[in-house]
């Protein structure tokens, strides 16, 4: 990432989000690239920024919230192996809302390959039948149409997962979940992108980008939901989100996860941003359902174990 070039425009972009930096630090601050100045601004302790993009074109919505915290050249580095970690869980379409948007999806895995990704990884462990869930989703067909058009079948892979590259791992200080068996590929990637769909869970209330990461998981994932705020804490320390990515083209205001019911959807042209995805999540949550963190414990669970930042008053939220 220190290779990264800015242009002017770029540059002047984003300072105004670092303006107050600069004056608290003097110019001796800045004596690293503007990326890792934005991420060490984004810092727990810091407060944390979450871009929220509005827009009828979904792609567009995924560019303009991710160069709003620092654009994808913040979060990938050449040569990185990417996991795109959407929820591709139900045999729905996407204009049923349970399942990851296929266009942001493909936004995300377009803008990590520009920024140099050696592979992008595009899977999620569902909860349906996988062949059908990923046909019906449309990520596969969108994803697969993107590389054979692109050539760019050795770096941009959809996939499923296999049984056999979960592994058991140990997960130091836990909560709750002291080990479960990962997926590989999620725990050897140099960059995790999490792009979960924003939507209701009958038990979570919500779920967004703390809950998407429940998809690297193996075993019998209904056991985590006797304690699932610990054990949504735990998981998301163990393969922590470098950049979440919400999806909020339309949600699913009941009946979730599955939905199924187009009465339950609502369009809303909006797409989160954040190198926290606790920060992400809390503001998600309250844009969109009109949800406090008391509201979603497993979101005040996160806040109370420093998972990301420590409070919604250390959130700075920008509109693109």
């Known amino acids: 990432m220190s290779g990264c070039k800015w242009s002017r425009r770029k540059f002047l972009k984003v300072a105004g989000g670092t303006a107050g930096i600069a004056a608290a630090g003097g110019a001796g601050l800045f004596t690293g690239t503007l990326p890792s100045l934005l991420r060490a601004a984004d810092a727990p302790g810091n407060g944390s920024r979450v871009a929220v993009a509005s827009g009828a074109n979904t792609a567009e919505n995924v560019r303009r919230a991710i160069d709003a915290v620092g654009g994808i050249r913040a979060f990938v580095s050449r040569g990185d192996v990417v996991v795109v970690k959407p929820n591709i869980g139900w045999d729905r379409t996407p204009e049923q809302a349970a399942n990851t948007d296929p266009e942001v999806v493909i936004a995300v895995a377009e803008l990590c390959l520009s920024a140099g990704a050696k592979e992008v990884r595009v899977f999620d462990r569902t ?20 590389a054979k058009k692109h050539n760019a079948g050795d770096s941009l ?14 997960i130091p200080g836990a909560l709750v979940l002291r080990e479960w068996d990962l997926y590989r590929d999620a725990l050897e990637a140099d ?4 792009v979960p769909v924003a939507k209701h869970h009958t038990l979570a209330n919500v779920t967004l980008g703390l809950k998407n990461m429940m998809g690297v998981m ?12 610990e054990c949504l804490v735990d998981l998301n320390r163990k393969i922590p989100t470098h950049l979440a990515v919400i999806d909020a083209t339309r949600i699913l205001l009941r009946n979730g996860p599955s939905g199924g019911n187009l009465a339950d959807v ?8 954040s190198a926290d995805v606790v920060a992400a999540d809390v503001v998600a949550a309250e844009r969109l359902f009109g949800m406090k963190p008391d509201d979603v414990p497993h979101l005040r669970k996160a806040l109370d174990a420093g998972l990301g930042v420590a409070s919604r008053a250390g959130i700075r939220v920008v509109e693109t």
């Open 157 to 170: 892979r959809v996939y499923h997962v296999e049984d056999r590259k979960f592994q058991r791992t140990n």
């Open 218 to 229: 193996g075993g019998n994932r209904g056991q985590v939901h006797f304690r699932l705020t």
């Open 127 to 146: 909860c349906n039948e996988p062949r059908r869930c990923y046909a019906s989703s449309g990520i596969q067909r969108i994803v697969e149409e993107f």
């Open 191 to 194: 960059r995790i992108i999490n």
């Open 266 to 273: 609502k369009e809303v042209g909006k797409v989160f941003a």
